[in-house]
């Protein structure tokens, strides 16, 4: 006789619903794959469309046409070589490589911070169409964009190849965004070879939202919110913290921080994009020479 695994009628209502739970989950599972399929075929037959101006792009070349690329708002030079802010006049005015004087409460152990471009325009909406658009794709361009900044520090902060810390966001937030942004960065900064991926720290729920937030309350906001996760590989003495954007730097701060009492001796910060502080003597935040 034929034996189908499964009664045909259950001797137990336990067992019936036992069976009904199963049929429902393996129904669950297929209307997903099939959603999956479904979400890569529309992808397939919608042509992508530019960051910047929503014109066609080929859908396996960059995500902006060439002529929003030109128009990303790079840093300007001379930068600040420890927290890379243009220096404009000031630097002018003294004639050589001089600090800005923003990055002064920046602990010792954050040594450098890159960034290829400024917090605004092209670049600013290229951060928000990956973070609230949920454009994930986006994810391994910026990180070839920030790939050469990322080098340059990592080559001066030693200690060999830096792991690769992205800033964690808090587990609702997680959730309630589907994916880490900072994190999508780090994996593709670590699949250039930039260094290892290191998903070392977790965020404690609590603190207010920094988009929009100043000044010290950004700091209170940070203050305390990471911590290491548990089996942290031995020998861990320099890293390289991963985020979109880097604002006052009080999230850097508190991760370096935190990285430091682990006992990572020397850590640096690498964002897609910086936001241009006033600077004493330069009033414009921008950070163009003026006469
Ligand atoms: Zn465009
Ligand atoms: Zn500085």
Not at 105 to 112: C, M, Q, S, T, Y
Not at 194 to 216: H, I, K, T
Request: hydrophobic share 45%; aromatic share 4%.
């Amino acid at each position: 006789m034929k034996h189908s695994g499964i009664s045909p009628r259950p001797a137990g209502g336990r067992i019936e619903r036992g069976v009904k739970v199963a049929r429902v989950a393996v129904r669950a599972r297929r209307l997903r794959l099939a959603g999956r399929a479904a979400a890569a075929a529309f992808d397939a037959l919608v042509p992508a469309a530019c960051v910047g101006c929503r014109r066609g792009v080929a859908p396996d070349g960059p995500p902006l046409c060439a002529l929003c690329r030109s128009r990303l708002p790079r840093l300007a030079n001379p930068r600040c070589p420890r927290c890379a802010q243009p220096l404009g006049n000031i630097a002018a005015a003294a004639g050589e490589l001089v600090r800005c004087g923003t990055c002064e409460e920046w602990p010792d152990v954050l040594v450098a911070a890159a960034a290829p471009f400024c917090f605004e325009g092209l670049a600013a909406r290229t951060v928000r169409a990956l973070k609230y658009g949920r454009w994930r794709s986006l994810a391994p361009w910026m990180a070839a964009r920030m790939a050469p900044g990322a080098e340059a520090v990592a080559s001066r902060i030693g200690g060999g190849a830096p792991w690769l810390v992205p800033v964690p966001l808090t587990p609702a937030r997680r959730r309630e965004r589907g994916f880490n942004q900072a994190g999508e960065l780090a994996r593709a900064l670590a699949d250039l070879g930039v260094g290892p991926l290191g998903l070392f720290l977790d965020r404690r729920p609590g603190g207010g939202r920094q988009a929009g937030v100043r000044g010290a309350l950004r700091r209170a906001n940070v203050q305390g919110r990471f911590l290491v996760r548990a089996g942290l590989p031995d020998g861990c003495r320099s890293a390289i913290i991963v985020d979109d954007v880097l604002t006052t730097g009080a999230t850097a701060i508190a991760c370096a921080e935190t990285l430091a009492e682990a006992g990572f001796r020397s850590v640096a910060t690498v964002s897609f994009a910086r936001t241009l502080r006033p600077l004493d003597g330069d009033e414009s935040p921008t950070g163009a020479l003026r006469p």
